[in-house]
């Protein structure tokens, strides 16, 4: 069961808004987002030829990216007004090739911390018949910035 956190930013969604509309590699790579709640975010992910490996399913180094996204957003969603966030470090393991219609990548605080901040992301492929398999697992070290609103890597 996840835990539920309260936010010290009471606009900390129109914050995340934000700050994901600035950053110019999610709208390059097509994505968007689906959910943002204290703790939480999801970013969805459509398949698409600008962003496939040569076997035609949807890159690594795009999975990663918005794994990572998700993470990082899911931690400044706890952050407080006037701090951003920047990763210190992920691992992340590609469980299955992401060949569905869609990805959602589902990104949680596991441990808010003052400075770090530990969260994970599961990455989901979603086809229109229901189906959903897991392609991506991410764990990541996030790292409080204050005076850098909005900063998210």
Same mark, same amino acid.
């Given at each position: 069961? #996840? @835990? $539920? *956190?309260? +936010? &010290?930013? +009471?606009? %900390?969604? @129109? &914050? $995340? &808004?934000a700050s994901f509309a600035r950053q110019t590699l999610m709208a390059t790579l097509g994505a968007s987002l689906a959910r943002v709640e204290p703790g939480e975010v999801d970013i969805l992910l459509p398949h698409a030829p600008g962003i496939l490996q040569q076997h035609g399913f949807v890159h690594g180094g795009a999975v990663t990216s918005i794994a990572d996204s998700a993470a990082g957003y899911a931690t400044l969603t706890l952050a407080p007004v006037g701090t951003?966030?920047?990763?210190? @470090? %992920?691992?992340? #393991?590609?469980? !299955? +090739?992401?060949?569905? !219609?869609?990805l959602v990548a589902c990104g949680r605080v596991v441990r808010p911390g003052r400075t770090l901040t530990v969260a994970q992301t599961e $990455? *989901?492929?979603?086809? +229109?018949?229901?189906? &959903?398999v897991q392609v991506a697992l991410l764990t990541a070290t996030m790292m409080a910035l204050e005076g850098k609103a909005g900063v998210v890597d």
């Open positions: 069961m #996840n @835990e $539920v *956190f309260a +936010p &010290r930013d +009471p606009l %900390f969604a @129109e &914050r $995340v &808004r951003g966030i920047l990763t210190v @470090e %992920f691992k992340i #393991n590609l469980l !299955a +090739p992401a060949k569905a !219609a869609r $990455v *989901f492929g979603l086809d +229109p018949d229901g189906s &959903r």
